[in-house]
């Protein structure tokens, strides 16, 4: 299944939703609407997916658990996640899918492409590649995009997921590889193509991104140093049981 969180993506939603299928017709696709005030929703039914509503917006971590959760009550194997502006190209989306064979989750990296278009600059790309490196030593393998929100998720992480996913903003993307690693998940990355933005307007100003990723840096130490309650893991581990 591919989850599509979208908040007021009603100019690009159809196409995002046309080019998903169209490059790989056998997916099923579910659009999360996360407490849009414009026409998502029905854009989203017209274009042929499924749509869950959220009463109000929750951000993008809310968003992602809530399709986890439809990923995991329904069967799904593979949860991966596309943005609904158009940025990412999911043509690249059966490579990170056949990594799942020998991980957990994979995330479509940018940066990682000799020649890559996609830029980032300042503070924003500072902390990106403070990100990278921690995290690449929590994960005991080379991440050049932790904050990369083009990723797929197995039937372990599919299980954390859908039970703790972070709904801060970039913690859904940082503290959740930090989540996975240390419940057992193995992370890997596959180079892939970003482009600009479809439609619509960005969640986040630069200003705000910044800011952001700042929070996120503190929210990774957080995220490193706390203790999960043993009952947690005992839970999931029954849980990966049942399920296999």
Same mark, same amino acid.
């Given at each position: 299944?591919?989850?599509?969180?979208?908040?007021?993506?009603?100019?690009?939603?159809?196409?995002?939703?046309?080019?998903?299928?169209?490059?790989?017709?056998?997916?099923?696709?579910?659009?999360?609407?996360?407490?849009?005030?414009?026409?998502?929703?029905?854009?989203?039914?017209?274009?042929?997916?499924?749509?869950?509503?959220?009463?109000?917006?929750?951000?993008?971590?809310?968003?992602?658990?809530?399709?986890?959760?439809?990923?995991?009550?329904?069967?799904?194997?593979?949860?991966?996640?596309?943005?609904?502006?158009?940025?990412?190209?999911?043509?690249?989306?059966?490579?990170?899918?056949?990594?799942?064979?020998?991980?957990?989750?994979?995330?479509?990296?940018?940066?990682?492409?000799?020649?890559?278009?996609? #830029?980032? $600059?300042? *503070?924003?790309?500072?902390?990106?590649? +403070?990100?990278? =490196?921690?995290?690449? !030593?929590?994960?005991?393998?080379?991440?050049?995009?932790?904050?990369?929100?083009?990723?797929?998720?197995?039937?372990?992480?599919?299980?954390?997921?859908?039970?703790?996913?972070?709904?801060?903003?970039?913690?859904?993307?940082?503290?959740?590889?930090?989540?996975?690693?240390?419940?057992?998940?193995?992370?890997?990355?596959?180079?892939?193509?970003?482009?600009?933005?479809?439609?619509?307007?960005?969640?986040?100003?630069?200003?705000?991104?910044?800011?952001?990723?700042?929070?996120?840096?503190?929210?990774?130490?957080?995220?490193? #140093?706390? $203790?999960? *309650?043993?009952?947690?893991?005992?839970? +999931?581990?029954? =849980?990966?049981?049942? !399920?296999?």
């Amino acid at each position: 299944m591919v989850i599509v969180p979208a908040w007021n993506e009603e100019a690009c939603i159809a196409d995002t939703i046309a080019e998903i299928r169209a490059t790989n017709p056998s997916v099923d696709v579910l659009v999360v609407d996360d407490g849009s005030a414009d026409q998502t929703a029905a854009r989203a039914r017209e274009a042929g997916a499924r749509v869950a509503i959220l009463p109000f917006n929750v951000g993008v971590g809310g968003a992602m658990r809530t399709g986890f959760r439809y990923a995991l009550r329904n069967g799904y194997d593979v949860a991966a996640q596309i943005d609904a502006d158009g940025q990412h190209d999911p043509r690249f989306l059966p490579q990170l899918v056949a990594e799942l064979e020998t991980s957990d989750v994979v995330i479509g990296a940018r940066f990682a492409h000799k020649g890559d278009t996609y #830029v980032a $600059r300042g *503070p924003r790309r500072w902390a990106m590649v +403070l990100l990278a =490196a921690v995290l690449s !030593a929590v994960a005991g393998t080379r991440l050049t995009d932790a904050t990369s929100g083009y990723r797929v998720a197995g039937r372990r992480a599919i299980h954390i997921f859908a039970e703790h996913y972070p709904a801060e903003y970039l913690g859904d993307t940082v503290e959740s590889l930090v989540i996975a690693v240390r419940l057992g998940c193995k992370i890997t990355q596959v180079p892939v193509d970003m482009r600009v933005r479809a439609g619509g307007t960005p969640s986040q100003s630069p200003i705000r991104a910044a800011i952001y990723l700042f929070r996120a840096v503190v929210a990774l130490f957080l995220a490193l #140093v706390r $203790r999960w *309650p043993a009952d947690f893991e005992q839970g +999931l581990a029954e =849980a990966l049981r049942k !399920a296999a």
